[in-house]
């Protein structure tokens, strides 16, 4: 069952798998991609024919694509999310856990005759550059053409991962059908001990492009914990003055600015530094121990999956220039002119077009509470090609990686935590970014203010016990003979009216720059109870004209306030039990002390 050309591999456990599933799904074909130029215009004629795609207008957004998902798969389903293993201890409280022998049989039974009429498609892919010690090898197999067209962005594709995988090279088995689209029957399950990826039931990418969250995180930390590197949900970004080029991670949790982080633009306060920003990823960073002793990260993906709502020229101007040719554009308003918008984005609105329910939209119309009929989801999606971004670096598929000099962590809190702060240690580093928290915005669902604990930004994707994975980042601090150094920052930081107190995006250089002299051994601070702060003239605030009394504010520790917040950490913490390291339990007794210390406000 083969259509198109057969690419060639003598991987008789592959093919066996291959076999096997399509002996479950019967398909009415088995494709294996190439990842040809010519395949890729072969699938989009496909999915433009079966009114799964809609190209744009060919000369304002060249090689892009519109498409809609069903209104009841539009994000990531984590209540649907499941870690399969034997052990129900080894998944921790902060995840769901089914059984291997559930998982397989439950889902087999969707899965079975699911692609009757379908054409099943074989996607070798290569998380990571092909054949760097970072990367990773896995095989999708899907009944979507959309599925196929995005791994083909965010991921390396086709004979030269098969080349590499050789005869009997290991890969992670990820198998993916929409099924019927039921969200009744949608589950996504992981298989960490099988190396074994199942989605069924939806269509959404992050569910259904598994090389993304699914691979790159929730199994990939499972594995790095085996065998000694880190997978985390960072941005990796390098900043460059006089032809040295220093590199930084960041996890944020979602709402904080991480894409925009990433392809920061230099404020016009700081021209004259000759600063230049050079983005390496947005989303994920592998972490190894390099041969001098210094961690060194590597981006496993090759596209960027942005949320469009709120993408604009002030927030992210290398984005909007990143979606401008060959995107596939998901759940965004639709423009009668083939034009593509959403709120909070570029420009007017179109006069009239299509909104992402497939429902017919004009600027004024409402829904059925009389509030603005929405264009976009969202989390309407783009997805583009990384090489694409006017601020990628020039090494962001080097091998090797690139050096880490400083880990930054940080949240939305309005009053608590200030600009930026240095940790004592790796250890107390470590606790700064398992207490990770952001207070939830009106857009986010709960209730608003209330405080969400999401530790290092992965809550949702660590595939193990988190108390084992604050163990892993202990170990790790251990295997690191020159270990970056770990902050803290928080760009949300509101005074008495509710006003931000700091700009935020370009601005943000500002910080980094602190950030990276005390990486160095050098920059001005004063030490407080949770950390090391700027001294009050160690930020360079040149053409920013903060109100009076507004960096005060801003680098303000309160021991009352951090002191009210132990109760939450200690109830958060609780839930680990012995698997919480005693390392953080010794942490968290010593903040609590050096706390009773007065702090001048």
């Known amino acids: 069952m083969l259509e198109w050309g057969m690419i060639n591999t003598k991987h008789a456990k592959l093919k066996a798998w291959v076999d096997e599933v399509a002996g479950i799904c019967t398909p009415d074909a088995v494709v294996w991609v190439d990842g040809s130029e010519a395949e890729k215009k072969r699938l989009e004629k496909r999915g ?76 070798p892919f290569s998380m990571g550059p092909v054949g760097s010690p970072f990367s990773k090898i896995g095989v999708e197999l899907t009944d979507s053409i959309y599925v196929v067209l995005n791994m083909r962005i965010m991921t390396r594709i086709g004979q030269p991962v098969l080349d590499q995988l050789g005869t009997d090279g290991e890969f992670v088995k990820c198998l993916h059908s929409k099924a019927d689209l039921d969200v009744n029957k949608r589950m996504i399950l992981h298989f960490p001990e099988d190396n074994t990826i199942w989605s069924v039931g939806s269509a959404y990418g992050g569910n259904a492009l598994l090389g993304k969250k ?12 085996k065998e000694g590197w880190m997978a985390e949900h960072m941005l990796i970004l390098g900043v460059e003055q006089n032809g040295r080029t220093e ?35 947005d989303d994920i960073a592998w972490l190894r121990v390099g041969p001098d ?102 090494n962001w598929e080097d091998p090797k990686g690139v050096p880490i000099s400083a880990i930054i962590f940080g949240g939305r809190r309005e009053r608590l935590a200030p600009l930026v702060f240095e940790s004592l240690d790796w250890n107390h580093g470590v606790y700064v970014g398992a207490t990770v928290a952001s207070e939830r915005t009106a857009a986010q669902t709960g209730k608003v203010g209330e405080v969400r604990r999401d530790p290092m930004a992965m809550l949702p994707f660590c595939g193990y016990n988190m108390g ?49 002299a005390r990486a160095r051994g050098e920059g001005k601070a004063d030490q407080t109870p949770i950390g090391w702060l700027p001294a009050k003239d160690a930020l360079d605030l040149s053409g920013l004209n903060l109100p009076a009394g507004a960096l005060d504010q801003l680098l303000s520790v309160k021991p009352e306030e951090w002191t009210a917040e132990l109760e939450g950490v200690k109830a958060f913490f609780d839930q680990f039990g012995a698997k919480l390291p005693k390392e953080l339990a010794k942490q968290f007794e010593a903040l609590k002390e050096r706390l009773k210390t007065k702090v001048a406000a």
């Open 48 to 123: 433009v024919a079966r009114g799964q795609l809609l190209p744009l207008d060919p000369e304002k957004f060249p090689g892009c694509f519109y498409s809609r998902s069903k209104p009841n798969d539009v994000a990531r389903t984590e209540h649907l999310t499941y870690i399969c293993t034997k052990d129900k201890e080894a998944v921790g409280p902060t995840n769901n856990w089914m059984s291997p022998e559930e998982g397989y049989r439950k889902a087999r039974e969707i899965l079975k005759g699911s692609m009757v009429g379908h054409t099943l498609y074989v996607i």
């Open 214 to 225: 699914c691979l790159a995180l929730r199994i990939a930390s499972w594995q790095a914990r």
């Open 247 to 281: 590199y930084v991670v960041a996890a944020f949790p979602s709402a904080c600015g991480k894409t925009n982080l990433a392809m920061l633009i230099p404020p016009e306060g700081l021209k004259g530094k000759g600063y230049k920003i050079w983005t390496v990823g």
């Open 293 to 394: 002793g210094r961690l060194w990260a590597c981006n496993p993906e090759a596209g960027f999956f942005g949320v469009a709502v709120g993408t604009n020229s002030k927030s992210n101007p290398n984005a909007i220039k990143t979606v401008q040719k060959n995107t596939i554009f998901t759940n965004v308003l639709l423009g009668d002119d083939l034009s593509v918008w959403w709120e909070d984005g570029e420009g007017a609105p179109p006069s009239s077009g299509t909104n992402w329910e497939g429902k017919p939209w004009k600027p004024d119309f409402k829904d059925k509470d009389g509030k603005p009929l929405l264009g976009a989801h969202p989390n309407s999606r783009f997805t583009a090609p990384a090489g694409q971004c006017p601020s990628i670096a020039s």
């Open 468 to 516: 084992d994975y604050f163990g892993h980042w202990i170990a790790m601090g251990a295997k690191i003979p020159k270990p970056p150094k770990i902050f803290h920052v928080n760009w949300f930081r509101k005074d008495a009216t509710g006003k931000f107190l700091w700009p935020g995006y370009g601005e943000n250089l500002r910080v980094l720059e602190w950030i990276l």
